[in-house]
Each structure stands twice: as structure tokens, then as C-alpha cells.
């Protein structure tokens, strides 16, 4: 009985360590779940916010071709400025990562800022009714890309932050979560809001 009692605290002893290692094994296995999970989360909340910016883009894009016939009929001499926002257009639609997009939608921004300023130099332009809708349409677009690029650089700082941070830097590491791009202006000039309004 006495040797039987020995056997069960010795039983016992290994029993206690064994029941504490199987809990903090539970405890990570539960942290490394909930943090990778919170990546996912963050990911697609990033590819959402970007996609949802790039319904506006796509809309911006279907309007320029309008815009621009409207201009070429007061501003024929003005064929350089014109190809270079159709060339910008083209190339930021077939931008195919999303470095390639930011970089591309900066020089669409650009050219049509320079488009802007050609069409001020025609007041017939102005009065036109077609360009003045094709202007309000193209003014609300911008400022709805503005709103979801704050929106998408917001959700981004997010997932960059968390990549960064220890102890999500490991969980970051070992499942391949790499920072995303923010979508901001390379170019001092163009950080003024593209101005539609003559």
C-alpha cells in the first residue's frame, strides 16, 4: 500500500509538469491561430480597399476618352497634351501590381492636371454644356478616389504596422505576409488635389 502510494505521487509529479507544458503548447497554438487569422483579416480588408479604389479608377478612366474628344474640338493644338492623358490612361489601366498601379495613376494625375490648365485657356470651352457635366462628373470622381485612397492607405497601415511589430513580425515571417505599398504621390507637384473646377 505504501509502495503503491509512492508510485501514484510520483505519478503525480510528472503528471503536474506534463499538464503545464500541454496548456502553454495550448496557448501558443491559440495565439498563433488568432494572429495569423488577424493577418488574413487585415490582407483581404487591403485587396478589398484597393479594389473598391479601383471601381472609381475604372470609372475615371471610361470618362477621360469623353473629356478629352470634348477638348480636342475647342483645343486643336493642344494634341500633344491630349495624347500624353490618353497615354497615361492606357497605361494605368493596364498597370498589372500595385506598384505599378500607384506609379502609373500618379502620371494620369499629372497629365490631367496639364489637361486642366490647356482647357482654361478656352472660354468657349468653358461655356460648353457637354464639357461642364463631363467636369462635375469628373470632379466627384476625384474626390471619391481621394476618399478611398485614404480609406486603402488607412487599412494598409494597419497590416504594414502589424507586420513590423513583435511579436507579429515572426508570424509575419514564417507565413509570408509582406508590407504593402501605400498608395501616395512620388512627385512633390502632384500632392495638390487634381483642381477640375474653372
Known amino acids: 500500500m505504501i509502495e503503491k502510494t509512492s508510485q501514484d505521487k510520483k505519478g503525480a509529479s510528472y503528471m503536474i509538469p506534463m499538464i503545464v507544458i500541454g496548456v502553454i503548447v495550448l496557448i501558443i497554438v491559440i495565439w498563433l491561430i488568432s494572429s495569423y487569422n488577424g493577418f488574413v483579416t487585415l490582407r483581404n480588408k487591403t485587396e478589398e480597399a484597393f479594389s473598391a479604389m479601383d471601381v472609381s479608377l475604372k470609372k475615371r478612366y471610361d470618362l477621360i476618352p469623353n473629356y478629352v474628344e470634348t477638348v480636342k474640338g475647342y483645343a486643336k493644338h493642344e494634341s500633344e497634351t491630349l495624347e500624353r492623358v490618353v497615354a497615361a490612361?492606357?497605361?494605368?489601366m493596364t498597370a498589372t501590381s500595385v506598384d505599378d498601379k500607384i506609379k502609373q495613376e500618379n502620371v494620369l494625375s499629372g497629365a490631367l492636371r496639364s489637361l486642366f490648365a490647356v482647357?482654361?485657356?478656352?472660354p468657349e470651352l468653358k461655356a460648353n454644356e457637354n464639357f461642364n457635366k463631363l467636369q462635375d462628373q469628373l470632379q466627384r470622381l476625384e474626390e471619391e478616389i481621394a476618399g478611398s485612397r485614404r480609406?486603402?492607405?488607412g487599412v494598409v497601415n494597419r497590416y504594414n504596422t502589424k507586420t513590423e511589430l513583435f511579436p507579429g513580425n515572426i508570424i509575419a515571417g514564417i507565413f509570408g505576409f509582406k508590407r504593402k505599398p501605400l498608395f501616395e504621390v512620388s512627385n512633390e507637384s502632384e500632392r495638390e488635389n487634381v483642381q477640375v473646377k474653372f
Do not use: G, P, V
Not at 490612361?89 to 494605368?92: L, Q, V
Not at 482647357?119 to 478656352?122: A, F, G, P, Q
Open 89 to 92: 490612361r492606357n497605361h494605368a
Open 119 to 122: 482647357s482654361e485657356s478656352y
Open 151 to 153: 480609406y486603402y492607405n
